[in-house]
């Protein structure tokens, strides 16, 4: 998969918006193979849902504020987007991210 300059533009404004621009710190030191690998797997990765869904989940239950007794804690099961979204993903590509397998260094 080949992007273009405008494409990696998009990709770090998407990124940024929901405040994980900092994953582009070290990308113009990569090889242009290491940056195709890397734009890919960033690419694919759907950051707004996932930042909604982490979001939801560090201040389910809290009123936005996080506690560190966990007696005070109210649980509550995911809401289903956050299991729709998890259970849509292949076996294959859960396999891909196992550690060591980022950029294709396994």
Same mark, same amino acid.
């Given at each position: 998969?080949?992007?273009?300059?405008?494409?990696?533009? &998009?990709?770090?404004?998407?990124?940024?918006?929901?405040?994980?621009?900092?994953?582009?710190?070290?990308?113009?030191?990569?090889?242009?193979?290491?940056?195709?690998?890397?734009?890919?797997?960033?690419?694919?990765?759907? &950051? #707004?849902?996932?930042?909604?869904?982490?979001?939801?989940?560090?201040?389910?239950?809290?009123?936005?504020?996080?506690?560190?007794?966990?007696?005070?804690?109210?649980?509550?099961?995911?809401?289903?987007?956050?299991?729709?979204?998890?259970?849509?993903?292949?076996? #294959?590509?859960? #396999?891909?991210?196992?550690?060591? #397998?980022?950029?294709?260094?396994?």
């Amino acid at each position: 998969m080949s992007f273009t300059d405008q494409d990696y533009r &998009v990709l770090k404004t998407r990124y940024e918006a929901v405040v994980h621009g900092h994953v582009f710190a070290f990308f113009k030191e990569l090889t242009p193979s290491q940056q195709e690998i890397f734009y890919s797997q960033l690419a694919s990765i759907q &950051v #707004e849902q996932v930042s909604r869904i982490a979001q939801d989940i560090l201040t389910m239950g809290h009123d936005n504020k996080v506690t560190q007794d966990p007696a005070k804690v109210d649980l509550k099961p995911l809401r289903s987007h956050a299991i729709d979204f998890l259970a849509s993903d292949t076996k #294959e590509k859960l #396999e891909t991210w196992r550690p060591g #397998e980022i950029l294709g260094c396994n």
